[in-house]
């Protein structure tokens, strides 16, 4: 069966510093990636999706990135948090075909920039 | 205008009841819609999705689409404290993207 790991849960970072958010999908190949930003009583917001090793597409211009340096990996950083960038972070992954659209979530990873 | 809007709620309902909750998406191109539920600080779950017109039945809930009206909504039939969530509706916009709204917060009274 598949699994997805989120790292780490909870963290709490300065402004002005840097970011790493990593994840990664065991039982299944070349899945589709997503980054999602949920801010406190917000929906969820869409920040960069992948269908492959190499290839990212940013949905939300601001000072966040994304790479996918394996198949099953995905990460999120930041060279210089802002306060704006506080929120809950939650990886998924989709398939092919018929439930491409499926997504699975991470359990998330909620960041306090202070 | 919101891609995709539900009601905040919050949405209060006894033991027993059925909880209705309606979602309207703006993309009259959309063909694919998603109901998640997340638990207060847990990431969201999938509960069911439905491409057609109709009705949609899986246990307790009960998804309806009406894609003329693009209105979709989520029935919960004889609710559960446990379903005291955010419900979250989610719609496929183009090939890899969904759209999700805000979210309706359920509680369950008993």
């Known amino acids: 069966s598949q699994t997805i790991h989120q790292w780490p849960a909870t963290l709490v970072q300065p402004v002005g510093s840097p970011l790493s958010l990593e994840c990664t999908v065991e039982g299944t190949s070349n899945p589709n990636l997503y980054w999602y930003r949920q801010a406190a009583g917000r929906g969820l917001q869409l920040l960069f999706y992948s269908v492959g090793i190499g290839q990212i597409s940013s949905e939300v211009p601001q000072n966040l990135s994304a790479s996918r340096p394996q198949d099953r990996q995905f990460i999120l950083s930041s060279k210089k948090l802002l306060l704006s960038d506080s929120g809950f972070y939650l990886c998924?992954?989709?398939?092919?075909?018929?439930?491409?659209?499926?997504?699975?979530f991470g359990a998330g990873s909620r960041l306090t920039v202070l | 205008q919101k891609e995709v809007e539900q009601n905040s709620g919050p949405l209060s309902v006894p033991e027993g009841a059925i909880a209705s909750l309606n979602c309207t998406y703006s993309?009259?191109?959309?063909?694919?819609f998603f109901w998640y539920r997340q638990y207060s600080g847990k990431s969201p779950e999938l509960i069911m999705f439905?491409?057609?017109?109709g009705d949609k039945e899986d246990g307790r809930f009960t998804a309806q689409l009406n894609k003329a009206s693009q209105y979709v909504s989520l029935l919960i039939r004889d609710s559960q404290p446990s379903d005291s969530a955010t419900y979250l509706c989610a719609v496929k916009q183009w090939d890899y993207k969904l759209s999700f709204g805000a979210g309706t917060t359920v509680t369950v009274r008993a």
């Open positions: 439905i491409y057609s017109n």
């Open positions: 993309d009259r191109g959309s063909q694919s």
């Open positions: 998924a992954w989709s398939g092919t075909g018929f439930r491409a659209n499926v997504l699975t």
